[in-house]
């Protein structure tokens, strides 16, 4: 978050750094009231949180579900919520999903995940919905990511035999070195 902030204040621009858990909604909106303050009223509020266990159902228990379930769903809820408290008074603001190819297909190993985003949908479809209703001018959308072999294959939880990996075809991300400068050019298929 740092390097972000640094690249940011490169450009001339103003960067602001609050780390937070996006399944606590104080939390989360602590930090909507923070930004606001030192950066002014929020035009675009992008949600883009996960983790998950890359796991077999039979093996994964409650606390499991839970937690993939409170920052993956309930982050983007709680960050929603906390944006549309202040676009809807003011009638401007755009909100991002970042979303996933798996809120239209569950997968093995990973319904944890695929039924988060496949909540995502569902809640993005109703809140467009009642948007449109109330003619208002905060937009919402949702971008669905294919498969990107991001770090997370590296962090998050795996029962898995082997190094987990998206399933194909796989999107390599560029890569950044400490100082943000990017390592390659373009983005690759493998």
């Not at 401007?92 to 944890?112: C, F, H, M």
Request: proline share 7%; with cysteine; net charge positive.
């Amino acid at each position: 978050m740092e390097a972000a902030k640094q690249e940011i204040e490169a450009t001339g621009s103003k960067g602001f750094v609050f780390p937070l858990d996006v399944a606590n909604p104080e939390e989360v909106e602590a930090a909507a009231q923070a930004v606001e303050e030192n950066l002014g009223p929020i035009d675009v509020w992008i949600n883009n949180a996960m983790t998950s266990v890359f796991s077999p159902v039979k093996e994964m228990n409650a606390e499991e579900f839970k937690r993939v379930t409170k920052v993956t769903y309930l982050g983007y809820v709680y960050g929603t919520l906390s944006a549309l408290k202040r676009m809807l008074p003011r009638d401007r603001g755009v909100i991002v999903q970042v979303g996933s190819a798996l809120a239209y297909r569950g997968i093995p190993l990973q319904a944890a995940y695929c039924g988060a985003k496949h909540a995502i949908q569902g809640f993005m479809d109703s809140l467009r919905c009642e948007l449109l209703h109330d003619h208002s001018n905060v937009r919402v959308t949702m971008v669905q990511m294919p498969a990107l072999n991001t770090p997370q294959f590296s962090w998050v939880k795996s029962r898995l035999p082997n190094k987990p990996q998206p399933v194909p075809p796989i999107m390599i991300a560029p890569s950044f070195t400490s100082d943000g400068q990017r390592l390659k050019r373009s983005w690759e298929i493998k």
